[in-house]
């Protein structure tokens, strides 16, 4: 369905004056303290990324297969895209999209390339009972992202942050929330909804206001949150950053504000149930003492904003490669997050050997195929994880 701007605004405002309807909580995942639970009892968030389960083409039975791996490793839940923004250019390069600009014009995409697809996704998961976290944008420009609608409303070269302070590309990202989170509102096989991967003040290009400060993401979150809470009162909402902190007693690069995160003010607002960090010393240039001791500290440090707020925390993406001590950083790092009690532990990247080749690395992290190392690995600690919160 093609939705004209008038359709939308009508949409909107009926959305907002309705009546919150009530609905039954059974079947959610509820956050609860430091804790997640679903109907009452202990939920484990356990599992691994899976960006490409919906974007890449996959039949429903390839699918069924990129969860039932990560099932039989001992996965709960698992992370994924539900955005991928084109425009006339670069539709041609992808074989599922959700949204199309043409230029400042977005339509959804609700057909068999679209939305249908994830409804695929969707039946998949839940077919292997497995709870998905879906991201809603990019903060980086693969699968179109914020750099999509900031170019394709006001231009070619406008500023990466204006994602969050520009009227009219925070009511397109609203239009675009409103129809994906609308048509999944009754669906418990959403773990919860995700604002962006990885937001910062600047994106894949150099193009920034010079202006965007930790307060300009934070307002921005607010916002955001508070309008999928407005038309979903089901769903669990997360930010999906990186866990940058603005603290002023280090000049560590992760905890000085930098890229417009601070984590301490983000995890405060109120309509955010979880909080998100993600953990890639080599690419962030952390390795003094190392890595993995570097890690171990930032595991710790989002474990202490856990409890300071009482609100959940998933390390929910960490990688580093295979010939970076990785057997043992791992182990470190699953260690470190299961006895300090952290919430939840998602890694970078589930991987499946389809007899038409292997789902995409991206080089980040390898990626978890069943028969390896890794995946018994992975295994070992979901055990450990369920045993800690009683949910084996
Ligand atoms: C589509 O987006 C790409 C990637 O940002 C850009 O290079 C291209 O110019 C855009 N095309 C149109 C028609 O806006
Ligand atoms: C937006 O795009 C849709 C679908 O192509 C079209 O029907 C509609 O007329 C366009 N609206 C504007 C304002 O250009
Ligand atoms: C960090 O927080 C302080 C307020 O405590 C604020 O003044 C500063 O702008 C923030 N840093 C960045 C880089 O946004
Ligand atoms: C630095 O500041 C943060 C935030 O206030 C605090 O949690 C942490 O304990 C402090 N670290 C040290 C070494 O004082
Ligand atoms: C791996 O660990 C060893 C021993 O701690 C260390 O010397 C080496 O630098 C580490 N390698 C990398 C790539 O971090
Ligand atoms: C899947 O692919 C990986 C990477 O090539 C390989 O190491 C592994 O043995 C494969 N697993 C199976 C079950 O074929
Ligand atoms: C700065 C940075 O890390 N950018 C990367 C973000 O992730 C994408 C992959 O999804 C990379 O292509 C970017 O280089």
């Known amino acids: ?8 605004a009508l949409a909107l405002a ?8 009530s609905r039954a909580s059974s079947g ?3 956050a609860s303290g430091q804790a997640f639970t679903l109907d009452g009892a202990a939920y484990t968030v356990y599992g691994e990324n899976s960006y490409w389960v919906g974007l890449s083409g996959y039949s429903t039975t390839q699918m069924n297969q990129a969860f039932s791996d990560i099932a039989t490793a001992g996965g709960t839940t698992v992370r994924t895209w539900g955005f991928n923004d084109v425009n006339a250019t670069v539709v041609s390069n992808y074989p599922i999209y959700y949204q199309y600009f043409d230029g400042a014009n977005a339509t959804i995409n609700t057909g068999a390339t679209g939305l249908e697809n994830f409804d695929n996704v969707i039946a998949a998961a839940k077919a292997n009972n497995i709870k998905l976290i879906v991201t809603l944008t990019n903060n980086w420009s693969d699968y179109g992202g914020m750099d999509m609608y900031v170019n394709s409303i006001l231009g070619y070269g406008q500023p990466h942050d204006y994602f969050y302070s520009n009227s009219e590309v925070i009511t397109a990202y609203k239009n675009y929330i409103n129809a994906f989170v609308s048509r999944y509102v009754d669906e418990p096989t959403i773990f919860g909804w995700e604002l962006a991967n990885e937001p910062r003040c600047t994106g894949t290009t150099s193009a920034t206001s010079g202006t965007c400060t930790t307060t300009t993401i934070t307002t921005w979150i607010e916002d955001i949150s508070s309008y999928i809470k407005s038309i979903d009162s089901n769903h ?6 990186e866990g940058w902190f603005n603290w002023t007693n280090t000049t560590d690069f992760a905890y000085t504000g930098s890229q417009g995160i601070d984590f301490d003010a983000n995890l405060a607002v109120s ?3 979880f909080g998100t960090f993600h953990l890639y010393p080599f690419t962030w240039d952390e390795t003094t003492p190392s890595a993995d001791v570097w890690g171990q500290g930032w595991i710790e440090n989002h474990r202490g904003a856990q409890a300071t707020y009482n609100k959940p925390v998933i390390m929910e993406e960490f990688g580093v490669l295979a010939d970076q001590n990785q057997t043992q950083t791992y182990k470190d790092w699953y260690s470190t ?4 009690g952290l919430s939840g532990v998602l890694i970078w990247q589930a991987g499946s050997n389809y007899s038409s080749g292997n789902t995409p ?3 980040f992290a390898a990626s978890v195929y069943p ?14 994880i369920k045993a800690r919160d009683g949910t084996s």
């Open 236 to 241: 669990l909402v997360g930010l999906g950053d």
């Open 337 to 340: 997050a299961i006895t300090d």
């Open 271 to 273: 309509s955010i149930d």
């Open 361 to 363: 690395d991206d080089g």
């Open 371 to 384: 028969g390896t190392d890794l995946y018994e690995l992975v295994q070992t600690y979901a055990a450990e």
């Open 14 to 21: 009926a959305v907002s004056f309705a009546n919150p309807v």
């Open 1 to 8: 369905m093609k939705l004209s701007p008038t359709f939308v």
């Open 28 to 30: 959610y995942v509820q």
